[in-house]
Structure formats: C-alpha cells, structure tokens
C-alpha cells in the first residue's frame, strides 16, 4: 500500500502532468499490456443458472430505424421489450462473479485491490425519477466497508455534487461527470477527517466547457418542455436527457430536438445510456482514462501488482471495461440481465448480487488476516 504522502506527491505530479492540451498525451503514458486473465475458464461453466434476456428484434420492424439513425442508438441502447433467452456462449462467456468469485480471488494473489464503482444500476436500482435513485442502507453499509478495506472510487455520469448526496461517504474518490471531475477522499480510510474536511480537487479535464455546457442546459430544459415526460440533468460538465418517462412514440420529436441544439455547438457530442441520452464535450475523456488516472495516483502506474474491479451496468462503463481488458489488469462485471456486447469479464444481474459480491470481498479481506 502507498502511504499518503505518496499518495498526495503522485497527485500533484499528475494534475501538473494533466493539463486539457496534455490529456490524450498523458492517458498515453499509460503502458497497454494484453490479454484479460480470464482465458481458459470457461469450459466449466456451461451449465449455469443464468436466464438473460435479448432485445425483441420487432424494436426495428419496417425499418424505420434506417431512417433515423438517432431513433435507432436510442433504441439499441434502451431496449423497451424483452424475451427470455439463453445462449449458453454468451453466459459462458461471460459467467457471474459470484460463482467466479474464488477464481478471481486466486487472480488477485500478492496484488492490491483497488474497487471502482458505477453508480445508476450498480449501487442504486434504476427507478422513473433520477432524483430518486438511492442506496439501500444495506449496500452503504457494505460500500463503508469495502471503502474501508480497499482503495475505492465511485466512477459516475452524475456529479459529484448529486452522487455524493446519495452516496455519503467521505472514504471513496469520486470520478462525476462520466470522470470529468475528480476528487480525492475527505476522509482517510481509517476513518479519520482529513484537512479541513474538504475533496481534493485531483482532475477537471473539461472546466472551459462549463459555460456552454450551462448555456445548452437553458435551452435544453426550454425544448424539452414539448416532450412530455422528458427531463434534462444538469451533470456539471455533462447533461442527461432523460427519456424513460417520454412514450416512445415521441422519442423522434425528443431526438430531432437536441439534434438541432447540438448542431449549434460542434464541441459537443452524445453518448447514449438507459433510456438517457448524454451531452458531453469532445474531449478524449472518458471513465476508462479517469480509472488509469486514478490509478496512477494511487501509485499503480504500469504496475502489475495492482489488481483493479470495476463494477458497471451501462455503455459508458465499457470504456474502463476495456482499459482493464487491454491492460490485462483485474476484472470488469458487466451488471445486466440481458445479453449485450461487452469487455466486461464476469457478469452479475442486478445490484442486489453486486451488495452479495462486495459483501463476500470485504468479509473476504477481514478473514485473510
Ligand atoms: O454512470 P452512471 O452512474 O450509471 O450514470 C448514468 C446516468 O445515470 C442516471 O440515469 C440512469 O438512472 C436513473 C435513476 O435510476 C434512471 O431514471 C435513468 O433512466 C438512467 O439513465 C443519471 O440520472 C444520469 O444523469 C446519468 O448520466
């Protein structure tokens, strides 16, 4: 483990080396071994439980998709009806966590564990209203735990602001804006207060964007008062545009709408998430390069004896999925119940397995003493 002082001397080395310029050149810094661990596991695990689902083929009936192509990532990426199926080689290929879980323990031999963890649909259950999204008080219970044992970062779309409301812990880095703001701990991990309680600002890659990403909040929230159901969020260096409770048949209106705000600011793009489209700068910045950063900080740059878990539900969470991937470093799970491309490892169904696979870490590191 680093002590602090490393810690703080590593931070400041990097937040020097990370200027907006530098970004892609320094995320470069970051060796690419190959290989994930996992390799030739699979085999014996042809006969599992799983029951995943696959998206009805009927969402692109008549080929309207073709014709909007925004209509057709809206869908791909929230799927509005599902069907049980079971392709056993995508669930060997992908096995749960849980029953892997020994395995990946003996991967991690001699290595430090370092946990990072999405928010929406990994801690929190996806519900209608994004203010509404909190944690059990079991999985915070859980999470103070594993932040206690392990380095650990909350890896977000949200803002730290907003996912912190949620989440109350003054243990864990956080990564908001899909790890366009970084912050260190208020607190050490033994639970005493660090300076003047307040976040270290580690890393805010996108802070000339906060003015326009502000001025596209006004108009967006403008707009989208013709949608029924829709809602912008405002995620600092990023916005939500929530479409979970728009009726499908309206969700073309929602999409020529932003199109025809974004078209006005080149130096913003989207990414789509479940049932959310997200407006963010073109910066090369994603939640893969915060997780190399954070790791740099704590010391584990190009180290092999570091063994990295990152735990996420949504297409932006493949970013760091496939950092790990390429590293050949620690494990990705993929939280879903239906079948979808992934660089994730392991898989785990919903965030009531992900409280069961970080119980079974914690308790696992306090028995190993
Ligand atoms: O990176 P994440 O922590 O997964 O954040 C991604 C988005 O999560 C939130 O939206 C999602 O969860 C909501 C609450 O369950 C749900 O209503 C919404 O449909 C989901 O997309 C958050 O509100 C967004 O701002 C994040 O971008």
């Known amino acids: 483990m680093k002590s602090s002082s490393q810690v703080s001397t590593n931070i400041v080395k990097l937040t020097e080396s990370f200027s907006h310029s530098t970004v892609s050149a320094a995320s470069s810094q970051v060796q690419k071994s190959s290989m994930a661990l996992f390799g030739g596991l699979l085999g014996q695990y042809q006969k599992r439980r799983l029951l995943?689902?696959?998206?009805?083929?009927?969402?692109?009936?008549?080929?309207?998709?073709?014709?909007?192509?925004?209509?057709?990532?809206?869908r791909a990426s929230s799927p509005t009806r599902i069907t049980p199926n079971n392709n056993p080689s995508w669930i060997v290929g992908h096995p749960s966590a849980l029953k892997m879980f020994d395995e990946m323990i003996w991967n991690s031999k001699g290595k430090q564990v370092v946990v990072f963890l999405d928010y929406d649909g990994t801690l929190s259950p996806i519900v209608a209203d994004p203010e509404k999204a909190f944690m059990t008080k079991k999985m915070r219970a859980?999470?103070?735990?594993?932040?206690?044992?392990?380095?650990t970062a909350i890896v977000t779309g949200r803002c730290i602001d907003k996912v912190y409301d949620f989440v109350r812990l003054g243990e864990v880095y956080y990564a908001g804006s899909h790890g366009m703001d970084i912050k260190g701990p208020t607190k050490s991990r033994n639970h005493q207060k660090g300076n003047n309680n307040e976040a270290l600002v580690l890393f805010q890659p996108a802070s000339q964007f906060l003015p326009m990403i502000n001025e596209v909040y006004k108009i967006l929230v403008e707009k989208m008062k013709a949608i029924p159901g829709a809602k912008v969020e405002n995620n600092k260096?990023?916005?939500?545009?929530?479409?979970?409770?728009v009726e499908e048949k309206c969700w073309s209106a929602l999409a020529e709408q932003v199109n025809s705000v974004l078209k006005e600011y080149p130096k913003l793009?989207?990414?789509?998430?479940?049932?959310?489209?997200?407006?963010?700068?073109?910066?090369?910045?994603?939640?893969?390069?915060?997780?190399?950063?954070?790791?740099?900080?704590?010391?584990?740059?190009?180290?092999?004896?570091?063994?990295?878990?990152?735990?996420?539900?949504?297409?932006?969470?493949e970013d760091a999925f496939k950092v790990l991937r390429s590293k050949g470093q620690g494990i990705g799970i993929l939280v879903s119940q239906i079948q979808?491309?992934?660089?994730?490892?392991?898989?785990?169904?919903?965030?009531?397995?992900?409280?069961?696979?970080l119980r079974r870490l914690a308790d696992w590191k306090k028995n190993k003493f």
């Not at 859980?142 to 380095?151: E, Q, S, T, V, Y």
């Open 52 to 74: 995943f689902t696959v998206e009805e083929s009927n969402n692109n009936k008549g080929g309207s998709n073709k014709v909007n192509p925004w209509l057709e990532s809206m």
């Open 142 to 151: 859980i999470l103070k735990d594993i932040a206690r044992l392990f380095p």
């Open 237 to 245: 260096f990023c916005l939500s545009v929530h479409f979970r409770c």
């Open 269 to 317: 793009k989207l990414t789509h998430g479940r049932k959310v489209i997200e407006i963010r700068p073109t910066i090369k910045w994603d939640k893969g390069k915060a997780i190399e950063f954070l790791l740099e900080s704590l010391g584990y740059a190009n180290s092999t004896s570091v063994f990295p878990i990152y735990i996420g539900d949504d297409t932006t969470d």
């Open 340 to 357: 979808k491309e992934t660089n994730a490892i392991y898989t785990l169904h919903d965030p009531l397995e992900v409280g069961q696979f």
